[in-house]
């Protein structure tokens, strides 16, 4: 993988050569990386046990097949899902990784008791489609933003997840949704952009 797609972290349309390596990849694993433990999370977020891993605070990996790890979180300064790449198949791993930080909680997507069993129909799937997710400026101090609130994974099953800067609560808060956690009231503001 050359550097200039290990280079930092980005909005998805600065990384569509990065999204088009992932398309026709197998998905090994999803593992989020939450600011709490599993059931501090609850209360900090007000969630339920089995959304824990969709809605808690903190990253997101995505490992496939291949050995090729990508990292996502949001931006709200970009108002914005941003994308890096966190190891690759020639050996490479992102300084302050993410796996070694001790301040974070790992979740694994197929855990029985803190996700939905959702989850376990993306993993082992081969992604099929990847779409931006943008949203119109909410006032003038979003105009000059990327506004790339989601990014939206098809599977080979037809199942789908959304890499979510705030679609399901109109925070700026990072999330792993379903399509249907998805804020009905936001969906008039959203357009879908393939990759």
């Not at 939905?116 to 992604?127: F, L, R």
């Not at 006032?139 to 790339?148: D, Q």
């Not at 379903?178 to 009905?184: F, R």
Request: charged share 30%; glycine share 4%.
């Amino acid at each position: 993988m050359d550097n200039e797609l290990r280079d930092g972290s980005s909005i998805p349309s600065d990384r569509i050569k990065l999204l088009q390596i992932i398309k026709n990849e197998k998905l090994s694993k999803l593992i989020r990386f939450s600011w709490w433990e599993s059931e501090e999370s609850m209360e900090q977020c007000e969630i339920a046990q089995d959304e824990v891993f969709s809605l808690t605070a903190g990253p997101l990996l995505l490992y496939f097949e291949s050995g090729l790890v990508i990292g996502a979180a949001s931006d709200p300064s970009r108002n914005s899902v941003i994308l890096w790449v966190e190891k690759d198949d020639t050996g490479y791993i992102k300084d302050e990784s993410i796996e070694n930080d001790t301040d974070l909680y790992p979740i694994d997507a197929e855990d029985k008791i803190y996700s939905s069993p959702y989850w376990g129909q993306i993993v082992g799937q081969n992604i099929k489609e990847i779409n931006i997710i943008k949203r119109d400026p909410q006032n003038a101090l979003f105009e000059e933003l990327p506004n790339e609130v989601g990014l939206e994974i098809v599977m080979e099953n037809d199942m789908k997840f959304i890499l979510s800067h705030g679609l399901h609560d109109d925070s700026d808060d990072f999330s792993v949704l379903t399509t249907s956690q998805l804020e009905v009231d936001l969906i008039a503001s959203l357009k879908w952009f393939a990759c």
